[in-house]
């Protein structure tokens, strides 16, 4: 019995560690299969910052291998990022191009919305479009709202931002909310993926994506905010594309 127990511990140890071993093994592989993309020649990376980031320093953030942000600057209808105002100027006197985005309130409607940001966003010729920022939050994550009213938020703010900045917007999200309200509607719209993960994004519904957010927790110098990660997203396609859809 005792010996039986040495050997049922030894082999039980050997499978911990070889365990550990495949868990490694995944980690290693899945670091490098993102860090593949992130580093390929065919994308163009950036970022998106709010308030959380703090003060940022933006000539020091747009010296780290990036092209483009994205800043929030509104949530639904009265709400104002407090640094938005800031990180837009200062960072439109770097090389990147620059965007803001809208957190969509699912309880207000979509002109009330569209006119928050428009008088809080600058309309500004060279830079990127607006964005729509499409997500399940709080309550409506177990019980999302009826699809024929967010689809008729999200197309009255794509109709006043194509009327104002002569642009047309692009709506962030993630898998759960696009699947529930955007694979079948606004197929003239591109769209930013959230999707952290270590493949390239794959949308249903003939949806092609634009920008694709395929990390949340980088680390850059340049900001110090209460928090310490940045997100980073690359552009569906090489720099001479980006120049030249956005230039």
Partial sequence: MEKFKQTFLSKKGLI?????????????????????????????KGVDVSAYQGDIDWKKLADQDIYFAFIKATEGKDH?????????????????????????NFDQDGKTQADHFINTVPKENDSLPPVI?????????????????????????????KDYYEKTPIIY???N?????LSDAFAEIPIWICDISDQ??????????????????????????????????????DLRQFKKQFE
Avoid: C
């Fill in 16 to 44: 911990i560690v070889a365990g550990a071993a495949a868990a490694v093994l995944v980690a290693v592989v899945l670091f490098f299969a993102i860090n593949s993309v992130r580093n390929s020649g065919n994308h163009v």
């Fill in 80 to 104: 104002v990022d407090k640094n938005f105002e800031k990180n837009w100027k200062e960072a439109r006197k770097t090389h990147l191009k620059v965007g803001a985005y809208h957190f969509v």
């Fill in 133 to 161: 920022d499409l997500e399940l939050y709080g309550d409506y994550l177990n019980k999302p709202m009826d699809k024929n009213k967010v689809q008729a938020i999200v197309n009255d703010m794509i109709v006043w931002f």
């Fill in 173 to 175: 999200t993630n898998y």
């Fill in 177 to 181: 909310t696009y699947n529930t309200y």
């Fill in 200 to 237: 390239e994004p794959d949308l249903k519904g003939g949806h092609e994506w634009l920008f694709w957010q395929y990390s949340q927790r980088e680390i850059l110098n340049g900001y110090s905010g209460e928090e310490r990660f940045i997100d980073m997203d690359l552009y569906n396609g």
